[in-house]
Every structure is written in C-alpha cells, then in structure tokens.
C-alpha cells in the first residue's frame, strides 16, 4: 500500500531516534511488534491532549476518548477523525485480528477490537511507542 509519506527504513530508524523515541518505536511500528503490556508510557495516561503517530505527527486519538480497558495498552473508542487510521486483517501469530494504522505513514499502531465499553462497540488497543502525546 503507497502512503501519502514513505521514507526507507534507515530514515525511519533516524527518524525516530531523533524524536528520542523509546527503543521498542521503530520495531512496533515499522514491523508491527508489540510492547510488553503495562510498560507504554501512556497507558495510565489521562492528561487532557492529543495523541499522534511516532514517526509523521499525524494526529489520531483525543484524550477525551481514552479509557481504561485493563488490558495494559492504551485504549481509545475512536479516531479523531475519518480516515485517520486505517485497518486490514492481520493473520500473525495463529490469530485473525484487525491490525490499525496510521493512515499517513502506514505505522503500525496496534489492533482494533470489537469489546469496547461505549457506544462505539470499539477498542483501539495501541502501543505507547507508536504515539507521541500533546498536552491540551
């Protein structure tokens, strides 16, 4: 699938290190790898803000639709916006799951689920190090 912003992975690894991104950023999200639950920066986070993708700044979740699922990962029941992020089936690891990306840079932010708590119905479980956070 073609971006709207491609870089090589060198760019990306330089990329990401120069925002001090955590060490696990650029296996999650270029090679959807997953952080440990319970040790994201954000997943008890609940500041007013938005939270963007890693790697191009594009924003993706509100605080306002942050909750906590338990589940160890950060957790929101919808995008910020149409189009924001985008989906497709993820076959790894023996599962069929929804994997979500960003829809700007093709990371991979984690997974989609139909669980969730409100009236979405939805769970973006996402990894902290695919994030970035903006205090309100």
Not at 16 to 27: M, N, P, T, Y
Not at 68 to 88: H, L, M, Y
Request: aromatic share 10%.
């Amino acid at each position: 699938m073609a971006y709207p912003i491609q870089k090589t992975e060198p760019q990306w690894k330089s990329l990401l290190q120069d925002k001090g991104a955590e060490s696990v950023a650029f296996e999650v999200t270029r090679h959807a790898a997953t952080e440990r639950p319970f040790t994201g920066k954000y997943a008890d986070n609940f500041k007013d803000g938005v939270y963007h993708c890693i790697c191009c700044d594009t924003p993706l979740f509100t605080s306002s639709t942050k909750f906590d699922a338990g589940c160890g990962w950060p957790s929101f029941d919808e995008a910020i916006a149409d189009g924001a992020v985008q989906t497709r089936t993820d076959r790894a690891h023996g599962m069929v799951r929804t994997e979500a990306l960003c829809a700007t840079c093709g990371a991979h932010l984690g997974h989609l689920f139909d669980d969730g708590p409100t009236d979405t119905g939805l769970r973006y479980c996402m990894n902290s190090a695919s994030l970035h956070f903006t205090p309100a």
